[in-house]
């Protein structure tokens, strides 16, 4: 039993990387509620998308997401490389009652409301995705350019 605990903790290992908070430089890093440059409202539906699904943002800038499901079923916005957010993907189909704790994550029932606060790094392009099981594979992902 123990070498097979063993084998999955170390299979989802990868995974769990982001839910630990380890991202890209570039991508940004959680940001402070008292200094944020602008809002962006954000719509999550059940339709598999985001809107909008592409954004601006200038580099430095703090942005607060309000996000929005509208939803008749649970969705969320996880920011991160593309990279990042298939291998936590991954992680969700093998642990679907993973709950995000992270500041790069937001999980949403239907009808509710809440917001991430980011700070971008250097120009360059951010991602962004619902990492429910099925849902980014569906089209439910976006795009932040970094200017």
């Keep these: 039993m123990n070498k097979l605990l063993s084998i999955l903790i ?3 290992l990868p995974g769990l990387a982001l839910a630990h908070g ?3 430089g570039a991508m940004g890093q959680a940001g402070d509620p008292a200094k944020v440059s602008s809002t962006i409202e954000v719509m999550m539906s059940d339709n598999m ?3 909008p699904d592409e954004i601006k943002v ?3 800038d703090t942005i607060r997401f309000n996000v929005k499901n509208s939803g ?3 969705h969320e916005m996880v920011i991160g490389s593309m990279k990042e957010l298939e291998e ?3 992680t969700m189909r093998k642990m679907p009652g993973l709950q995000h704790t992270e500041p790069n994550m937001i999980a949403l029932k239907p009808g509710q409301k809440g917001s991430i606060v980011w700070k971008f790094g250097k120009p360059g392009t951010v991602d962004f995705a619902c990492l429910v099981p099925g849902h980014m ?3 439910m992902i976006g795009k932040i350019e970094v200017e």
């Design 10 to 12: 170390i299979g989802l």
């Design 22 to 24: 380890e991202h890209d």
């Design 49 to 51: 998308r985001f809107t």
């Design 58 to 60: 200038k580099a430095g």
């Design 72 to 74: 008749q079923i649970p």
């Design 88 to 90: 936590h993907a991954e």
């Design 137 to 139: 594979e569906a089209g």
